[in-house]
């Protein structure tokens, strides 16, 4: 019988391949969830452009995105699952990897709809730069957001996925992670944000970020300046207080933040059936 059709079967060999402990912190789920994120955060609802279907991220106008620095670690951890399950498409694996990390990393459970196509429709490709850059302040991640659809709950339910992973400096250029168990989903970025005192520290290649005040004695804690301005911006504020001290009200909120992520740009049916896919014109096939 044709496996076809059969995301029990991807759940599983992705769970298989999480725990790596050579790499970082001995997950890849982080920079699974990030591959997600980033394949989805290019769309811009007012063109419909951009977005998880086309798995742009395998050709280099997009790929070569310097916000996409480093993921390409995590297209090649999921190769052996396209390989052994060829008939799921590069933009269903890398949304659903995503799902299924923060599921096994102890997040909330993620609505995901399978449906994405491979084919590359030229007319929706996003230009570069649609990506959030975590040097700059609460005007860019406002806009950045809301040009993909979310409002400011939203924007801080997705920020607190960096309770999971950590900065690269030959990445992004930022050093450390946001939280003590960075391979745990939690509110605990929530909780050091508002309850820790941060102040800004140049690394050696120029970069700014904040540090924790006792940074000696802290396991060298980490925010970009993105992540302060979630606490500067009264909008903004209210939502991360109330992470803080209320995780399910926060599991919740992630959970319906991350599914509509994962959905942008896709359009379906009554019946779920995904209706702009390979009968687009002006693309192609890989
Ligand atoms: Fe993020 N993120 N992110 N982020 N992110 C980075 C790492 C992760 C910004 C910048 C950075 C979201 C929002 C934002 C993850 C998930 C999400 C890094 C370090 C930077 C810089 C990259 C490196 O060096 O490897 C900015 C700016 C914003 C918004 O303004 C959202 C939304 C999500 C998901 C819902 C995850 C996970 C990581 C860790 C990756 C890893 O490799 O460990």
């Known amino acids: 019988m044709s496996e076809r059709g059969n995301y029990e079967a991807i759940r599983k060999s992705i769970l298989e391949l999480l725990d790596q402990p050579e790499y970082d912190d001995g997950s890849v789920g982080p920079v699974l969830v990030r591959l997600a994120w980033h394949s989805a955060g290019t769309y811009d609802a007012e063109t419909d452009t951009g977005g998880s279907n086309g798995a742009g991220m395998r050709y280099e106008a997009e790929g070569g995105d310097p916000a996409n620095a480093g993921l390409q670690h995590a297209r090649v951890f999921l190769e052996p699952v396209k390989a052994a399950h060829p008939w799921v498409t590069y933009s269903d694996l890398w949304t659903l990897a995503g799902c299924v990390a923060i599921e096994a990393m102890g997040g909330p459970k993620i609505n995901w709809l399978p449906g994405r196509t491979d084919f590359v429709d030229d007319s929706k490709l996003p230009p570069r730069g649609r990506l959030p850059d975590g040097a ?49 989903f939690s509110n605990q ?58 995780k399910a009200a926060f599991y919740a909120d992630f959970a319906n933040a991350f599914a509509k992520l994962m959905e942008l740009g896709i359009q379906r049916d009554a019946q779920g059936k995904v209706v702009n896919s390979d009968n687009l014109k002006g693309g192609y096939h890989s």
């Open 136 to 184: 700059k302040g609460v005007d860019h991640v406002r806009n950045v957001f809301t040009r993909m659809g979310f409002n400011d709950q939203e924007i801080v339910a997705l920020s607190g996925a960096h309770n999971l992973g950590r900065c690269h400096t030959d990445r992004s250029g930022f050093e450390g992670k946001w939280v003590h168990s960075p391979t745990r």
């Open 189 to 246: 970025y929530f909780r050091l944000l508002t309850r820790l005192e941060w102040k800004p520290k140049k690394l050696n290649n120029g970069v700014l970020q904040f540090v924790h005040v006792d940074e000696d004695l802290d396991e060298g804690l980490m925010m970009l300046p993105t992540d302060m301005a979630l606490l500067s911006d009264p909008g903004f504020k209210e939502w991360v207080l109330l992470y803080a001290d209320d």
